[in-house]
């Protein structure tokens, strides 16, 4: 027989450990719970709508604006080209549907390539062209509405400036625009865009119906803008402005998600 004796630790425990102390503690748990599904926050911000019916339908107001607001390009090479029927995103051009004379029209604009810094237009300078971003950044400055200089606009690719000199020939820049990355522009100018219109009495007609009826206010979202009065003493008239609304809204036809989960 051996006899050895006990070894004494350095400390001495004063609490039993988890291991021993589990067998003791009844467990507190958590529901059951899953990383896959949608936090309960997040279902409580969303803002639901009570649906009695089969479909939802959204009533919009009517946006006058054509296509998605931004010019497309084709590139063959470093060469870019403008698409003709594109040109119709341009307010003038809206509208016109002469293949012929879009195609000539697209043809007459000429490539630039600019690098970061470069300015295109210049405060005050004549304005004489349009402007079409193939590729590229390029900024908008000028006088904000408390007198000093400030951002008007960012605009990237598919965006454009200048289209009121289609049908203005006196303007000038109200802004001065510089590439902030390298870009690629296409312009089109005042006098080869005279040269196409003397020669095409359809665009002729066009731009005297568009200059005619003139540009209806609209917001940033393509609806008409709506004219408000405010800080008037007495019973002034009012400002109206007639709300039309789509006449073919967007419906979603709803369905039930289900699925039977076992564990």
């Known amino acids: 027989m051996t006899v050895t004796d006990p070894v004494e630790s350095e400390h001495t425990p004063l609490s039993l450990g988890r291991a021993a102390a589990r067998t003791l503690a009844t467990t507190t748990k958590s529901v059951p719970q899953m990383q896959g599904i949608s936090t309960r926050w997040l279902l409580k911000a969303l803002p639901w709508t009570t649906v009695d019916a089969g479909s939802y339908r959204v009533n919009r107001r009517l946006s006058y604006s054509v296509g998605d607001g931004r010019v497309t390009f084709t590139t063959t090479g470093a ?3 403008v698409i003709p029927p594109e040109l119709g995103e341009l307010a003038p051009l809206r509208g016109y549907d002469n293949d012929e004379v879009l195609t000539e029209l697209a043809a007459r604009f000429t490539q630039h390539d600019y690098q970061p810094g470069d300015t295109l237009v210049e405060f005050g300078s004549p304005a004489d062209q349009v402007f079409l971003i193939a590729h590229g950044k390029i900024t908008k400055t000028g006088t904000g509405a408390y007198g000093d200089q400030t951002t008007l606009a960012t605009l990237a690719d598919g965006d454009y400036f200048g289209e009121t000199t289609l049908t203005h020939t006196d303007g000038i820049w109200e802004f001065t625009a510089k590439a902030v990355t390298t870009c690629t522009v296409l ?6 865009f005279d040269d196409i219109l003397t020669r095409a009495e359809s665009l002729q007609a066009h731009l005297e119906a568009y200059q005619a009826r003139g540009s209806a206010a609209s917001n940033d979202h393509g609806e008409a ?3 408000l009065a405010s800080g008037h003493d007495g019973e002034p008239q009012l400002p109206g402005t ?10 979603y ?4 998600a289900q699925t039977v989960l076992r564990v």
């Open 225 to 227: 803008e709506i004219s």
């Open 253 to 256: 036809e709803l369905s039930v």
């Open 79 to 81: 060469t870019v080209r």
């Open 242 to 251: 007639f709300v039309d609304y789509d006449t073919q809204p967007r419906e």
């Open 187 to 192: 312009t089109l100018t005042r006098s080869a």
